[in-house]
């Protein structure tokens, strides 16, 4: 694999445009980070303490906050190292990791959202049938094929970006190592990669958003064909704060990558900071304050 890359190191750009305004742009990632992991920390202790939080719902909710906060640690350290200490010098091991291990999590994240859509959809739409269907054994299993789909799609990109060389350019206009941009860094015919990279990704996150939406058709026809007005309001609170990281994570994932390189904007380092920070920042706060039993 390194056997046809002469390019040993890229140089992560960061924020150019805001070059005098590095130490307080580290300052505001690193508090950023600190808030997302003792917030997310706190959501999982508080369930695995919390005998009565010991059902699907918050199981999946423990795993999506292990996520955040695996998500944010591939990426926001080496951001803040960058930024404090001027040195923007990734190597090429280490920007190959970043790659792999930010799809990786991000795409176990998002099969992890369309599961806890389907809970949701049973948990509304069967009550009385909730816990035969959600057993402890279907709750691991559908657990265990996020992180399952997470490994294969997140591998093959990876290994395909691996067996590419790099020559000269070593510039990546961004502050972490993103795929697409890697990708075109590369000196050698790059389509079939960008199209095999475009097809899994594309497919994990329409196939899952197809999922979260589907369920949620079914739920919103059950919540309005409830008698009253306050089981309609509870029915509602319990499935808030879940859609509302549907709607930040695949909006602006489907903005970021599912076109082609070609239409790869600046803009879409600030989507990036949507997803890698505030995100997981707001994560822990939505779930938490507006969730009667998380309270």
Known sequence: MLNHTTVTEFLLLGFPSLHHQEYLIAIIFLASYLVILVGNLLIIALILSDRDLHRPMYFFLCNLSSLEIFITTCIIPKTVASLLMGNKAISYPACLTQFYFYSFFGIIEFVLLAVMSYDRYVAICYPLQYPML???????????????????????????????????????????????????LACAETQIVELIG??????????????????????????????????????????????????????????????????????NKMVALLNTMITPLMSPFIFSLRNEQMK
């Open 134 to 184: 959600m057993n402890s054994q279907l709750c691991v299993q559908l657990l265990l094929g996020s992180w399952t789909a997470g490994f294969v799609c997140a591998t093959v990109p990876t290994v395909l970006v691996a067996r590419l060389p790099f020559c000269n350019a070593s510039r990546i206009d961004h502050f972490f190592c993103d795929g697409v941009l890697l990708i075109k």
């Open 198 to 267: 475009f097809m899994i990704f594309s497919i994990i996150l329409l196939g899952s958003l197809v999922m979260t939406a589907m369920s949620y058709l079914y739920i919103i026809n059950t919540i309005l064909r409830l008698p009253s007005a306050s089981s309609r309001n509870k029915a509602f609170s319990t499935c808030s704060s879940h859609f509302t990281i549907v709607i930040l994570g695949y909006g602006s994932c489907i903005f970021q990558y599912m076109r082609p390189s070609s239409h790869h904007t600046s803009y």
